[in-house]
């Protein structure tokens, strides 16, 4: 267990909606990173917030947004959705701003389907 | 972009027997690199990282080889066993950013 926790675990909804996903980083953790796995591409990194500011942009569509509230958690929010956001969405955390040479420690992870 | 060319893309091998990864790049500024090892319905775990001021880093059975002129990595999995059955993605990192750039993954599986 990474100490991160996602919720939903699973999400089904249609094209066009929106939705909101949580993360809850290990205690400690400022920073919070969100990645999208999907068969064709692979990781990709999204967005990096720490201790309430957004810090790094990835590959993040237009229509996805993120925060990282006061008490740490972080949401992502996919709206306007298509078919080709269905993909497992990972939360990771790590103790300092700079993550990348950091232990990033991943939660579950999402899997979203859009029908 | 793929910054990271990960091969192969599945990998069988016989219990006991050693497993090999395989990661390329191309951006000279890149400075750490990290494996993750992923269960089925779970997150990445870190597994082993490597700085390129060492040709080697070792632990356990798992050991990372890296060639900095021909900007190569790669895992080894000495005695792999069955329970090493997972994916297993290289990683990349320049200069302490906040950034990491993942390989596509390799599927290993491991057979009694």
């Known amino acids: 267990d990474s100490g991160v926790t996602q919720t939903p675990k699973h999400l089904i909804t249609a094209t066009g909606q929106r939705v909101t996903l949580r993360c809850s980083p290990r205690s400690g953790d400022l920073s919070v990173y969100w990645y999208q796995q999907s068969l064709d591409q692979g990781l990709q990194f999204l967005i990096q917030y720490y201790n309430g500011e957004e810090r790094a942009k990835g590959n993040i569509l237009e229509r996805f947004s993120a925060q990282q509230f006061p008490d740490l958690h972080s949401e992502l929010n996919l709206s306007s959705l298509e078919l080709g956001d269905s993909a497992l969405y990972f939360c990771a955390s790590s103790a300092t701003l700079a993550g990348g040479q950091d232990t990033q420690y991943f939660g579950p992870g999402t899997r979203l389907t859009v029908l | ?112």
């Not at chain 2, 893309?9 to 990864?21: A, E, H, N, P």
């Not at chain 2, 059975?61 to 005695?79: E, V």
């Open chain 2, 1 to 112: 972009q793929q910054q990271v060319k990960q091969s192969p893309q599945s990998l069988i091998v016989q219990k006991g027997g050693i497993s090999i990864i395989n990661c390329a790049y191309e951006n000279t500024a890149f400075d750490y690199f990290p494996w993750y090892q992923q269960f089925p319905g779970k997150g990445p775990a870190l597994l082993i990282a490597i700085r390129p001021d060492v040709s080697e880093k070792k632990e356990g059975r798992f050991t990372i080889s890296f060639n900095k002129s021909a900007k190569q990595f790669s895992l080894h999995i000495m005695d792999s066993q069955p329970g090493d059955s997972a994916t297993y993605f290289c990683a990349a990192n320049a200069g302490g950013g906040n950034k990491l750039t993942f390989g596509t993954g390799t599927q290993l599986k491991v057979e009694l």
